[in-house]
T-cell receptor
Framework: GESVGLHLPTLSVQEGDNSIINCAYS??????FIWYKQESGKGPQFIID?????DKRQGQRVTVLLNKTVKHLSLQIAATQPGDSAVYFC?????????FGAGTRLFVKA | DAEITQSPRHKITETGRQVTLACHQT?????MFWYRQDLGHGLRLIHY???????NKGEVSDGYSVSRSNTEDLPLTLESAASSQTSVYFC?????????????FGPGTRLTVT
């Protein structure tokens, strides 16, 4: 069946450093690949998506890279801030339906 | 401002009881979704709807039902609550415009089945 996996359940970075969160997927028949952020006690919040025919997309302080050859997705956060501490979910979307991975918890050290 | 709300935010119920969780959105979105979130499993899709009178089963639909009688609401019903249904439940909606897959999530409902 469909699945989306993550390399690490937790990631700890120093404030000001760049963060890289990785994700592997198995289903190639997806329209979009997405990243969501979930802060403690809140619902997930959309960060950025990338269409399946692209390999890179940049947002505000975030960059998503898609490598379809090895079925790998990553989220890069530049100059990580304390407010970036959260759980990050990758996922893939087809027909408006999204399949999410288990999440990576990002800790930002002051 | 448009929003998506869930009620109740916390619920404790007994095994075997019927429970309904409410979800209301004012985005005027066609698409609505219910997920459950458990440690180690991330977000798993329970049911979803692409419009009024449309409902579809997700990956973990057993023991749950939904109905869509209007655009704004998608209530989730647990027909006979089981301890395995103790979880945090999130409702989400999306506009469904071409190229727009962003989902807006509610604050969640924490359900405990004793």
């Amino acid at each position: 069946g469909e699945s989306v996996g993550l390399h690490l359940p937790t990631l700890s970075v120093q404030e000001g450093d760049n963060s890289i969160i990785n994700c592997a997927y198995s289903n190639s028949a997806s329209d979009y690949f997405i990243w969501y952020k979930q802060e403690s006690g809140k619902g997930p919040q959309f960060i950025i998506d990338i269409r399946s025919n692209m390999d890179k997309r940049q947002g505000q302080r975030v960059t998503v890279l898609l490598n379809k050859t090895v079925k790998h997705l990553s989220l890069q956060i530049a100059a990580t801030q304390p407010g970036d501490s959260a759980v990050y979910f990758c996922g893939h979307t087809g027909g408006f339906k999204t399949i999410f991975g288990a999440g990576t918890r990002l800790f930002v050290k002051a | 401002d448009a929003e998506i709300t869930q009620s109740p935010r916390h619920k404790i119920t007994e095994t075997g009881r019927q429970v309904t969780l409410a979800c209301h959105q004012t985005w005027n979105h066609n698409n609505m979704f219910w997920y459950r979130q458990d440690l180690g499993h991330g977000l798993r899709l329970i049911h979803y709807s692409y419009g009024v009178q449309d409902t579809n089963k997700g990956e973990v639909s057993d023991g749950y039902s939904v109905s869509r009688s209007n655009t704004e609401d998608l209530p989730l019903t647990l027909e006979s609550a089981a301890s395995s249904q103790t979880s945090v439940y999130f409702c989400a909606s999306s506009g469904g415009l071409a190229g727009t897959y962003e989902q807006y999530f509610g604050p969640g409902t924490r359900l405990t089945v004793t």
